[in-house]
């Protein structure tokens, strides 16, 4: 009987949440929220707290009810406490390391339209060294990997190769920074069981200048190697392919008061959702239920169900799933 259901790889960082009513400015380009040189502004609230992928995705995994490590690297510093102690308190086993570099850090600017952007120092998430690592710690059934930089790319890199070494099968949703790096990531893909990205970093994987259908892009992405494709497109929802079939699930329309997790939230949920009932429907409204759970409230963390919380809601709350030709 393998030790863990999942290990989470990834970034780690402590959180810093400022709620401002600044307004967002709206160009041709996008949206900017746009801070004058030499001004004050007055902050309505402020909040700390753990965050970064691997965190927040072995949170969302333990509220589940799955057994949970978490692989990440950590400097020796308060805030790594801080980090240790939230995983504690949500019985996820810490397995990582310590480096040299300050722990992550984040500041997340809030706009009055509840949107944000974040500033991230990456610090010591990009020192996981693969020859640190504790080998009998990795008796798992699943990684899951977020964004990785640096020498963590590089342990990424080769903690792929020990999965399918080992039998253990592989979950992996890059950031924009890893999907920026196109099609250096393609021979990562034959060692991916599922692959989660949202529709502009499915793109950017599969070096378009701009994004095309989605289920276009899905099929493209098998052939470079994933038995699972999910590609997300926020308020459009998310599509899920797998072998002959191809899913999409709706979003209700609900006020967004953060975004910030969003995309852990749905991701983990997702996997929890095909580790524990191997149905991809099942799994689809798990996702879509803590996803917009999480967006109706503060936090990265503050509003992940409970598997209690989610039997509940998975009664109670309508989900139109779609097949797609």
């Keep these: 009987m393998t030790k863990y259901d999942v290990i989470t790889i990834g970034s780690a960082t402590v959180d810093n949440f400022f709620y401002t009513n600044i307004p967002e400015l709206h160009k041709k380009k996008g949206r900017y929220i746009a801070y004058p040189v030499g001004s004050k502004f007055l902050v309505n609230e402020i909040d700390v707290e753990s965050g970064g992928s691997a965190t927040n995705t072995a949170t969302s995994f ?9 692989l990440v690297s950590l400097g020796n510093d308060e805030n790594a406490n801080i980090i240790l102690k ?37 610090g010591a998430n990009s020192e996981l060294d693969f020859n640190k690592i504790d080998r009998k710690n990795l008796d798992t059934k699943w990684f899951y990997f ?4 640096g020498k ?24 924009q920074y890893q999907a920026k790096m196109g099609k250096e990531l393609h021979p990562l ?29 899905i099929t493209e992405l098998h052939k470079l190697g994933p038995k699972f494709v999910c590609v997300t497109d926020g308020k459009h929802g998310a599509h899920l392919s797998y072998d002959n ?54 936090g990265a963390k503050n509003k992940l169900l409970t598997m209690k919380e989610m039997n509940e809601m998975l009664e109670i709350t309508r989900v139109v799933i779609d097949k797609v030709k």
Excluded at 63 to 70: A, E, S
Excluded at 146 to 149: E, F, V
Excluded at 265 to 292: C, M, P, Q, T, V
């Design 62 to 70: 333990s509220r589940l009810g799955l057994k949970v490590g978490c």
């Design 86 to 122: 939230q995983l504690k308190k949500e019985n996820v086993d810490f397995i990582g390391t310590i480096a040299d570099k300050r722990t992550g850090y984040a500041t997340i600017l809030d706009s009055k339209e509840r949107d944000r952007t974040i500033l991230i120092y990456y």
């Design 146 to 149: 977020g964004s990785m930089m």
């Design 152 to 175: 963590s790319f590089e342990t990424q890199k080769k903690l792929m190769v020990y999965a399918r070494s080992k039998g253990i099968a592989v979950a992996w949703n890059p950031s």
């Design 189 to 217: 893909l034959p060692y991916v069981d599922l692959l989660i990205l949202n529709r502009e970093e499915a793109a950017l994987v599969l070096g378009y200048r701009k994004p095309r259908l989605i289920k276009h892009m």
């Design 245 to 298: 079939t191809k899913l999409k699930v709706h979003t209700h329309p609900i006020k967004v008061v953060e975004r910030t997790g969003a995309g852990d939230a749905f991701a983990s949920s997702l996997l929890a959702g095909l580790i524990k009932f191997r149905d991809l429907n099942k799994a689809l409204k798990i996702a879509l239920i803590n996803s917009e759970s999480v967006i109706k409230y503060r």
